[in-house]
């Protein structure tokens, strides 16, 4: 019985499994596609979830001078691209930008320190999650990563309020900065199987079905034994019956001797 309960539970896992896989299978939605206010889909400090990764978004506010970033080997063009520290008028937090690619460090500089008159400037661009300051080579004073996490160290001007993704700004604010506009990054729409989850549900039957040939041999080898306790009994019932029987027969052979005449 007990195997019989752990085929169950063994089964309703795979399956469960089987659904996971299904389920991280299946596209982001699309709505990603429509452009929003920033503070409509995300509040400061908010993680970005999988469904706002490459939201199209716009925001305003005022980029703070000496606080351009430059960063090195990203994708989306350029040898370097320059990141600005925007204050969002509405919300008062500071929100990572990646304002646009040269292939001059100087020109990257100048470019990001452009926007910085005091100004509004209002920004369109995609919301990203943000990056691990893992990804920046330390040893070569080159960074590569927008982490929000390291700015925090490197902004002058920092209130403690933080949002927690970037933007990648679009050609309006690149042209404003006399730079490259960085290549647009729409989430990948594709269905991906999950091959780990079906691994997963095919490992649960099989455990299933171990469970099951175990309740086989259980009850087989009981039957078994069973059928040689009732053939045991049964032979010793008939080696009874024969033990019985011998001494009347030698006692009707003793009365035909001990009779006069008879033979």
């Not at 500071?94 to 990257?108: C, K």
Request: aromatic share 10%; no cysteine; net charge negative.
């Amino acid at each position: 019985m007990l195997a019989i309960v752990l085929a169950g539970v063994f089964a309703a896992l795979g399956k469960w499994q089987l659904e996971r896989s299904i389920e991280n299978g299946k596209p982001l939605p699309a709505g990603t596609e429509t452009r929003r206010a920033l503070d409509d889909v995300t509040t400061p400090e908010k993680p970005v979830g999988s469904t706002l990764a490459g939201q199209k978004i716009t925001v305003s506010g005022r980029f703070v001078a000496g606080d351009t970033t430059v960063l090195t080997g990203r994708s989306g063009g350029g040898t370097y691209q320059a990141v600005g520290h925007l204050v969002d008028d509405a919300t008062g937090a500071s929100l990572p930008v990646v304002i646009g690619w040269s292939d001059q460090r100087a020109a990257a500089v100048a470019g990001g320190d452009r926007l910085t008159d005091g100004a509004t400037v209002t920004v369109e661009g995609r919301y990203y999650p943000a990056e691990s300051p893992d990804q920046d080579a330390f040893e070569q004073g080159e960074y590569s990563a927008v982490a929000p996490a390291r700015f925090v160290n490197t902004w002058k001007a920092f209130d403690d309020r933080m949002y927690g993704g970037y933007v990648v700004a679009g050609a309006a604010v690149a042209d404003a900065a006399d730079l490259g506009t960085i290549a647009d990054r729409a989430p990948t729409r594709e269905v991906q199987f999950d091959w780990l989850n079906l691994f997963y549900a095919v490992e649960w039957v099989v455990f299933a079905g171990f469970a099951v040939f175990l309740w086989y041999r259980f009850v087989k080898d009981a039957w078994e034994r069973e059928q040689d306790e009732e053939r045991e009994a049964a032979e010793a019932a008939a080696g009874g019956a024969a033990d019985d029987e011998a001494p009347a027969d030698e006692a009707a052979v003793d009365d035909a001797r001990a009779e006069p005449g008879r033979r």
